[in-house]
């Protein structure tokens, strides 16, 4: 069992940047791939990036690649999402996600399915 609380959201400027943060506690965050999803009123939840076990690898949603990083410190049982050029529709509650599986495709963690445990959320709103 993990829990994770994400933080670091906000109001900001369309152009600015924002940096959320997902602490862990409970299992050795080091066993889970990582990933971070947003969810807008109205709309499903969809993938923006995930980060392996070891934070050596990465996979971006194309709407977002080039705009966002993912990152982790498994010392600090923390994965960030930094969040650069920012637009209005990005705004949406954004979500971590902690994954047990091992699958082969990078396409597979794009799925809410790939992930056993998930936290409260945080808004982020962006205005123009």
């Known amino acids: 069992q993990v829990q994770l609380v994400e933080s670091g959201g906000g109001l900001v400027q369309a152009g600015g940047s924002l940096r959320l943060s997902c602490t862990a506690s409970?299992?050795?965050?080091?066993?889970?791939?990582m990933g971070w999803f947003r969810q807008a009123p109205g709309k499903e939840r969809t993938f923006i990036a995930d980060i392996t076990r070891r934070g050596d690898s990465t996979y971006y949603a194309p709407s977002v690649k080039g705009r966002c990083t993912i990152s982790r410190d498994n010392a600090k049982n923390t994965v960030y999402l930094q969040m650069n050029s920012l637009k209005p529709e990005d705004t949406a509650v954004y979500y971590c996600?902690?994954?047990?599986?091992?699958?082969?495709?990078?396409?597979?963690?794009?799925?809410?399915?790939?992930?056993?445990?998930w936290g409260q959320g945080t808004q982020v709103t962006v205005s123009s």
């Open positions: 996600a902690a994954s047990l599986g091992y699958y082969s495709s990078s396409s597979d963690y794009t799925k809410t399915t790939a992930y056993n445990y």
């Open positions: 409970g299992r050795t965050f080091s066993t889970y791939t």
